[in-house]
């Protein structure tokens, strides 16, 4: 089966350890698990992470990358894949399980043509979405569900700054916080990305650091050192600044006067639990909201759409399909 696999990291030129391969179905790891045939598969920073040494030891490589896709079950139905793996056994939010990891991280990823994962981390694909469209879902959008709704529990009315308007997890932000009746700001470095961000459903959209109107309610933060200082400035008392990535860098200045002295909440989140992502289904078919997708290519496109991603020049999401093309699809 092809295969999109790290097989070696290097932190400044991640993409020089990419290889798409045909490689043998490697079979259930453990018990209870089940192949999942992709139709289509998101790229994520996460990836990129991968190949820079990240998250993934060295040890562990080659490693099939990837931790979103929506495919088939073996019986034919159609599934998304809940990328949280959480101990068998383990009660409540798996994303709290000391010992959980996500799908590349220990076991082989999305980006392939199968993947086999634990039974309980299937959920049924709405019919409404197409696969490119469910394939953004198991990360970045229950990212982005669970930082503006459990993280800053936000409600209809409450303004919401998200940070870096083009990123997957950004756009995601923008899309479910209009869907939600959220009053949503953006900021980007990009003129071309803050003219995107408007028509894709923010209210306002600002240069990276401008000074805001007012201050919000709640701030999505996934860029990390480049805009943390901002993203504490901007919030009213009392406020949330919802954490989910560090993509600039993860050590600014914590600037601790700040947060005690205006009691602000600085609440962290990764992925998100199976129930938030059926609920991020449920939302999306609700509303009609849809996903944002940049561009949609064959998975041995894999490396050129890395490329895009490290570059910077997307808004939305980079999705590989297996098969036919998944904008056709229904
Ligand atoms: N904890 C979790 O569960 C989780 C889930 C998903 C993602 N993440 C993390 O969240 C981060 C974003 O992920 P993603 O997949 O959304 O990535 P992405 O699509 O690659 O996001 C890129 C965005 O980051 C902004 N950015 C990058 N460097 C910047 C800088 N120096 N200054 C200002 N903005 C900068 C850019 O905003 P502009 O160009 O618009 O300014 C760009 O649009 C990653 O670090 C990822 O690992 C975490």
Redesign the pocket.
């Known amino acids: 089966m092809m295969t999109v696999r790290a097989t070696a990291q290097d932190a400044r030129d991640p993409l020089s350890g990419v290889t798409v391969a045909d490689v043998a179905d490697p079979g259930p790891p453990e018990a209870g698990w089940v192949p999942v045939d992709v139709r289509a598969a998101a790229l994520?920073?996460?990836d990129?992470?991968s190949l820079r040494g990240v998250g993934l030891p060295a040890d562990r490589l080659p490693m099939v990358l990837g931790t979103d896709a929506a495919g088939t079950d073996p019986d034919g139905r159609a599934v998304l894949v809940h990328a949280v793996l959480s101990t068998p056994g383990w009660e409540g939010d798996e994303t709290l399980d000391p010992a959980r990891t996500l799908l590349s991280e220990r076991y082989p990823g999305t980006l392939a043509e199968r993947v086999w994962v634990p039974a309980r981390n299937l959920v049924p694909k709405h019919p409404d979405l197409t696969w490119a469209e469910a394939a953004c879902l198991p990360?970045?959008y229950l990212?982005a569900y669970r930082l503006l709704f459990t993280a800053a529990a936000l409600r209809p009315g409450r303004t919401v700054l998200v940070?870096?308007?083009?990123?997957?997890?950004?756009t995601a932000a923008i899309v479910l916080g209009r869907a939600a009746g959220l009053r949503v700001w953006v900021?980007?470095?990009?003129e071309a990305?803050r003219a995107r961000a408007l028509e894709i459903g923010a209210h306002a959209a600002f240069a990276?650091g401008e000074r805001l109107p007012e201050q919000v309610d709640a701030v999505v933060e996934?860029?990390?050192e480049?805009?943390w200082g901002h993203s504490l400035r901007a919030l009213r008392p009392g406020g949330t600044v919802a954490v989910?990535?560090?993509?600039?860098g993860a050590m600014p200045p914590a600037d601790l006067n700040r947060i005690f002295f205006r009691s602000l909440r600085v609440v962290g989140?990764?992925?998100g639990t199976r129930d938030e992502l059926v609920a991020v289904q449920e939302m999306l078919v609700a509303t009609g909201a849809r996903p944002v997708v940049d561009d949609v290519l064959p998975l041995s496109a894999a490396p050129q759409a890395l490329a895009r991603?490290a570059g910077?020049d997307?808004?939305g999401k980079l999705v590989l399909t297996v098969g036919a093309p998944a904008r056709r699809e229904p």
């Open positions: 994520n920073h996460h990129l992470w990360t970045a990212t940070q870096g308007a083009g990123g997957g997890v950004a900021t980007s470095r990009d990305k990276t996934t860029v990390g480049a805009t989910a990535g560090a993509t600039s989140a990764t992925m991603l910077g997307v808004v």
